[in-house]
């Protein structure tokens, strides 16, 4: 299963005051932010569609061994790209070619709306790997004529077959994935995974006859197509020699020098089942690799690749191709250390009443990796999150691995926000200290809330878990309880001793301003007018913000102030809203631990879930001018190999592709290994 990443999150607005202490530390964190600040997140918006570049952090620190181990298993993933086309509609990859050769050859006047528009096509049939929206399912219907395409198949020499043409501009398959049973699931699905003639009674009785084994069953269907031959249904297995077989022999090619390269034996033995299971297309093959797959957790690197989720099948079997190659986020993974040997430490040292603390207390592991390339169902659209494998059993007896994919995520959070920061912040200050430190801020509060904040706390005897005594309420105060205990303590002093903030009173100020804004306002531009607030994280960050509000109220800790017909909410006493934190973080803590209902629902009611109409208003008056493409997808980073005179690769660099259409065309050259018909 996957997170998608379905809106933009708001990044909360940061403030970091410079000081000189931990020079070293400050330093070298100034210069990551310095240069991920200078980067170009938005390449370009189209349609409904926005693309984004990544960086890929770490990847120099890898040996050159590990490079190599990067840079084959995002070839074996280019490689199957193909698949992700024909299997969303059997014309796709006809018509995706042709459209290609056009943009490529075409000599004509490219001022032209119809030009344009056609530009605007072939672009949205990249994004989604199709004809076919990515997330709506819908075909989408070009802004030109069957007349002017013909001409310029007719000026650049492009054939395309009648009927591939045809339902460019006609009202045929025109939903991907079909839900509604009353069109047909399988004759209403444009996807490639059935003969369409085949119903789904049809598929449910074959699959239905098939015999599994009980109580390890494998995922039936996951890896074929399903066709009527010589009036018998029969699986069309994708695997080495069978249908996809090209595609499927080249990222084994890949594979095999992966294997020559990985970091360890697990890894290896991992590497070796996948391919025999591309060369067999044995499922049994597939879940003993996923087991091996689940318990390889050494190393620096890990992917996934193959036939994984099925949700564009109407039926849920087959499985779309898709791949992540990731990278351990080291600068993440060393703050998490430091700050999970220190767990018993921030126990002792929170606000809880002492019988609430935790006497032996362990840090919560939480990883985070940056994607290094990715393909197929996974790109550009890309999920944030990765939980597999999706099998059950495999799950309950052998575990999983479940990862958020740190350079995306971060990505979308820094895409096209500053407009809204100038927008919402104060004063300059704010702005300025905000571009220059709030990146560091807001790692570290995800770090503290996830490691300590969430491992934090004990129930009192014989009271039972916070979701039968907290119910509907439970996720919203858990989300406050660890956010709580990362606002209690980034502005400590012990975050400096163990290496991991350049400077207490600042990141805490930081941290403070860009919480309390994000809390009372900005967080609102999610939310239509008139709507109460529902998302448990959304209803935490407004709890918190607007009980400090209120119970600081005497001592104007949090102040509102209106400049220029415009709302502002300033921070004017950290130590004391530090200590609101601290206090409420306590009350939570109580409410947890005691079971206490009444209470979690009336803090929660009171604060978390109005909006004030006013205010909401304005705020969305002020962010409607910011326009952002609904959706989002990614072009990959370019690993360049660097040889010798012997072919010899001596390193590998990381690059970024110039535009969205100059990596479509180079994969397209790079990675076609499928014929127009599969
Ligand atoms: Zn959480």
């Not at 299963?1 to 708001?10: A, E, G, V, W």
């Not at 969205?660 to 397209?668: D, E, I, N, S, V």
Request: proline content about 3%.
């Amino acid at each position: 299963m996957k997170t998608r990443y379905l809106f933009s999150l708001l990044l909360a607005l940061m403030l970091v005051v410079s000081c000189e202490k931990q020079k070293d530390v400050n330093d070298i964190q100034n210069a990551e932010v310095k240069k991920a600040e200078s980067f170009e997140y938005v390449s370009e918006q189209f349609a409904d569609l926005k693309i984004l570049r990544y960086q890929v952090p770490g990847f120099d620190q890898l040996s050159l061994q590990q490079k190599k181990y990067v840079y084959y298993l995002t070839q074996a993933g280019l490689s199957g790209r193909d698949i992700m086309y024909d299997q969303n509609y059997r014309h796709n990859l006809s018509i995706r070619r042709a459209l290609e050769n056009i943009y490529k050859n075409y000599q004509g006047d490219k001022n032209s709306d119809d030009w344009k528009n056609f530009e605007v096509y072939l672009k949205r049939i990249w994004f989604s790997n199709g004809i076919h929206h990515h997330y709506a399912n819908d075909k989408f219907k070009p802004g030109f004529s069957k007349v002017y395409l013909k001409e310029l198949m007719n000026s650049t020499g492009t054939e395309l077959k009648e009927e591939a043409l045809e339902v460019i501009f006609n009202d045929q398959d025109r939903k991907k994935v079909n839900l509604n049973d009353e069109t047909g699931l399988i004759k209403g699905s444009a996807i490639n995974f059935y003969d369409p003639e085949l119903t789904a009674e049809d598929v449910s009785a074959y699959y239905n006859a098939m015999e599994v084994d009980a109580d390890q069953p494998i995922e039936k269907g996951l890896n074929s197509k399903l066709v009527r031959e010589n009036g018998k249904i029969v699986e069309k297995v994708w695997k080495s020699g069978g249908m996809y077989g090209a595609s499927i022999d080249k990222i084994i090619f890949w594979l095999e020098k992966a294997k020559e390269v990985a970091e360890n034996e697990a890894q290896v033995k991992g590497l070796e089942l996948l391919i025999k299971y591309y060369q067999t297309g044995d499922l049994k093959t597939w879940d003993e690799y996923n087991i091996v797959w689940a318990k390889a957790t050494d190393g620096d690197i890990d992917y996934i690749n193959g036939f994984i989720e099925v949700y564009n099948d109407p039926k849920g079997y087959k499985g779309s191709y898709e791949t992540v190659v990731q990278i351990k986020d080291f600068e993440m993974s060393q703050k998490m250390a430091a700050l999970a040997k220190e767990a018993q430490w921030f126990e002792d040292n929170s606000t809880l009443d002492p019988s609430h603390k935790k006497k032996n207390v362990v840090g919560v592991s939480y990883k985070t990796v940056n994607v290094a390339g990715e393909a197929g169902d996974a790109s550009p659209s890309t999920p944030i999150g990765i939980n597999l494998p999706n099998n059950n059993w495999i799950r309950e007896q052998h575990g999983s691995k479940s990862v958020s994919l740190g350079n995306i995520i971060h990505a979308y959070n820094n895409a096209g926000s500053s407009g809204r920061l100038k927008e919402f912040a104060y004063d300059e200050d704010e702005i300025k200290f905000e571009e220059e430190y709030g990146q560091l801020a807001d790692k570290l509060h995800t770090a503290l809330h996830e490691v300590i904040g969430h491992a934090s706390g004990q129930l009192n005897p014989g009271v039972g878990t916070p979701k039968e005594t907290l119910k509907n309420y439970s996720s919203t105060l858990e989300e406050a309880r660890a956010d709580l205990v990362g606002l209690y303590y980034l502005p400590d002093t012990k975050l400096v001793e163990i290496g991991v903030s350049p400077d207490a009173a600042g990141i805490g100020k930081a941290a403070y301003d860009g919480y309390i804004r994000n809390g009372l306002m900005t967080q609102l531009i999610r939310l239509n007018l008139g709507d109460d607030i529902e998302e448990a994280h959304m209803r935490n960050r407004q709890l918190v913000a607007a009980w400090a509000m209120e119970k600081g109220s005497k001592d104007n800790v949090i102040e509102q102030i209106t400049k220029d017909g415009k709302t502002y909410f300033k921070v004017n006493d950290y130590e004391k809203l530090r200590a609101l934190f601290g206090e409420l973080l306590r009350e939570i803590q109580r409410i947890k631990s005691e079971g206490d209902f009444e209470a979690g629902k009336a803090l929660v009611e009171t604060y978390g879930v109005k909006v004030d109409q006013e205010l909401h208003k304005e705020i969305l008056e002020r962010n409607s001018k910011f326009k952002s493409a609904p959706y989002s997808g990614f072009i990959n980073p370019v690993l360049v190999p660097k040889m010798d005179e012997n072919g010899e690769i001596t390193d590998i660099v990381v690059e970024q592709p110039e535009s969205f259409a100059g990596q479509m065309l180079q994969y397209a050259e790079d990675f076609t290994t499928l014929p127009d018909e599969n």
